[in-house]
């Protein structure tokens, strides 16, 4: 997932070149949301059929029936986690540097720890503060003693915040779902919901690309972004989110900015300064740190 994400980040800066951001974003979204849909009807006939009750069929398939409850639940996180976020995701990187970017993203475990703790869902330890501690001197250290920023840079840093608080709310919201449901079906359903809401709002990004010369580079990159960035990587993140919690997931997160960096300074020419380099080192200590200090979900009766 973090190799996945990582280098997700250069692949789709280069591809806006020749395509609108927002006009990627819906159409990657589009793509995302009919293999999840196709997936996961697919999964629903067949483990009809078998009514399999593997682990490993439960990330496709679980037979509980979806309530009416469980679609405004999907609706929430169609709205916040796959419309909302999306956009400001996009804007943001469109705006600032990968580097930044990926490193302010880097914050969504604090965020998430502090919400999940708050409403019960994992005990954090010390160390696992100390760690998403070290992980924020890090993100400081590349934001904060960055090169003198570009125009717009400042809008993207504050939409990618903005964009990490909506995949917190997200995360945690998507979670309770998923004791019950598969992970590709939650996934799938709030995205097509939320790119059903994105795609209009995208229109006139997308009318006014021109389609017809988007090279094959480009488009592979649409391909890419869609099948692995959300498809399998999103599918990786829940299952992980329902096995281990919300919190320790999240952690892991705090890799992607490595990857992105050694990949934007490859493809994208991006420059590794010294503050950088101390800002990574921080990150990685503060995910062994967390390593060691694990969080303990906290198993719910129905759980």
């Not at 990582?6 to 589009?30: C, E, L, W």
Request: charged letters at 10%; hydrophobic letters at 50%.
């Amino acid at each position: 997932m973090t190799l996945i994400w990582g280098t997700n980040y250069s692949i789709v800066k280069r591809a806006f070149v020749q395509i609108d951001p927002q006009a990627f974003n819906a159409s990657r979204m589009i793509i995302a949301s009919a293999v999840f849909l196709a997936i996961s009807g697919i999964a629903r006939a067949g483990g009809r059929s078998r009514q399999s009750t593997s682990a490993t069929a439960s990330i496709f398939f679980t037979p509980d029936r979806i309530t009416g409850r469980d679609w405004l639940a999907l609706a929430g996180l169609g709205i916040v986690g796959h419309a909302a976020y999306q956009y400001l995701f996009i804007g943001g990187l469109a705006r600032t540097s990968v580097s930044n970017s990926s490193l302010l993203l880097a914050a969504t475990p604090v965020l998430i720890a502090l919400l999940s703790a708050a409403f019960g869902q994992d005990r954090i330890s010390r160390l696992h503060w100390l760690g998403i501690g070290m992980s924020l001197v890090g993100i400081y250290l590349v934001v904060g003693h960055a090169a003198p920023p570009q125009k717009g840079s400042r809008t993207g840093d504050a939409m990618m915040l903005a964009a990490v608080c909506c995949w917190a709310l997200y995360t945690l919201g998507a979670r309770q779902l998923m004791l019950r449901h598969s992970p590709v079906g939650v996934t799938g359903f709030s995205m097509a919901i939320g790119t059903l809401i994105y795609v209009p709002l995208a229109y006139r990004n997308i009318a006014a690309t021109d389609w017809v010369h988007v090279s094959r580079g480009a488009w592979l990159a649409v391909l890419y972004s869609a099948l692995f960035a959300l498809c399998v990587a999103y599918t990786i993140w829940y299952m992980a989110v329902r096995e281990i919690g919300s919190a320790r997931t999240s952690v892991y997160s705090n890799l992607v900015p490595i990857v992105a960096m050694l990949t934007a300074v490859v493809f994208l020419g991006e420059t590794i300064t010294a503050a950088r380099l101390a800002g990574a080192a921080a990150v990685l200590l503060g995910v062994a740190l967390t390593r060691v200090g694990k969080t303990a979900p906290i198993v719910c009766p129905e759980e």
